[in-house]
């Protein structure tokens, strides 16, 4: 190869990783960005519902006529504040400053599998045309422990089945449960809650992340209900829960 060609190239190839990695810094800066914007959040959000539950714990037990009762059961709701402050503040800080930068939405990785034909998928369901546009929901393959500071993969494998075998939209539905002190709260989901996308016939993965907050308590339960729909049918809905410990 000729000296200005391959001077050529290399312009080429270095202009293309310049690209790269100007796209790969910038992802970086965003996400830097959410991470600082989600911690101031989360601080306020956890200061509040402990000063919440402190105020409630002392209140009723005030109204007792005993002092030292009510300063027990305001530690007590301090901590209860605390406790569920931290479970559930991550997340409604996330959803806050997605909506602060609506750039900062992520979206789900969504591909079709290649190891199963779309006449494969049919026979394995025993699909006929007259039935129309038809969702299955087939798994969630999901850890069931994590520690804080995780980030939970969540895999969900769908099959999807039209007449002719074409593309048809999906509704994606993603809802999120914090299970602390025996109580469960829905709260934001860290990605798109709702999300159509056009997906090919035929069996399809799509890949989730949870990230767990670094301040999570032992004992946590975070339950992931996921549902899709097609074809103006009933969604198919399937849920799943990890643990923190």
């Known amino acids: ?42 601080i306020k959000l956890t200061a509040k519902g402990a000063i919440t539950g402190a105020l409630a714990g002392f209140g009723g037990a005030y109204l007792t006529g005993n002092k030292d009762k009510a300063k027990k059961a305001a530690l007590a709701g301090l901590a209860g504040g605390g406790v569920i402050g931290f479970a559930t503040a991550y997340y409604t800080a ?26 494969d998928v049919k026979k394995e ?34 099959d999807v089945l ?10 994606f539905s993603r809802k999120l449960f914090v299970v602390a002190d025996g109580t469960e709260k829905l709260v934001p989901f860290p990605m798109a809650e709702t999300a159509t996308r056009t997906v090919e016939a035929g069996r399809s993965k799509e890949s989730l992340v949870l990230p767990i907050s670094g301040e999570t308590q032992a004992g946590t ?15 198919v809905v399937m849920s799943k829960s990890v643990t923190v410990i």
């Not at 100007?22 to 996400?31: I, K, L, P, V, W």
């Not at 299955?136 to 969540?154: E, F, T, Y």
């Open 1 to 42: 190869m000729s000296a200005p060609r391959f001077a050529k190239q290399a312009a080429i190839v270095a202009l293309a990783f310049s690209a790269y990695a100007g796209q790969a810094m910038a992802q970086e800066s965003a996400y830097a960005d959410l991470d600082a914007c989600t911690r101031n959040e989360q």
């Open 94 to 119: 996330i959803d806050t400053c997605k909506k602060l930068n609506p750039n900062w939405v992520t979206e789900s990785n969504l591909v079709r599998d290649p190891s199963k034909s779309y006449a």
């Open 125 to 158: 369901h025993h699909y006929a045309g007259k039935e129309g546009v038809v969702l299955h929901l087939r798994d969630i393959a999901m850890q069931d422990q994590a520690r804080p500071g995780d980030k939970v993969a969540i895999d969900t494998v769908y």
């Open 162 to 171: 039209t007449p002719d075998g074409a593309q048809t939209p999906v509704v």
């Open 221 to 235: 339960v975070y339950r992931i209900e996921l549902s899709a729909a097609a074809g103006n049918k009933a969604p």
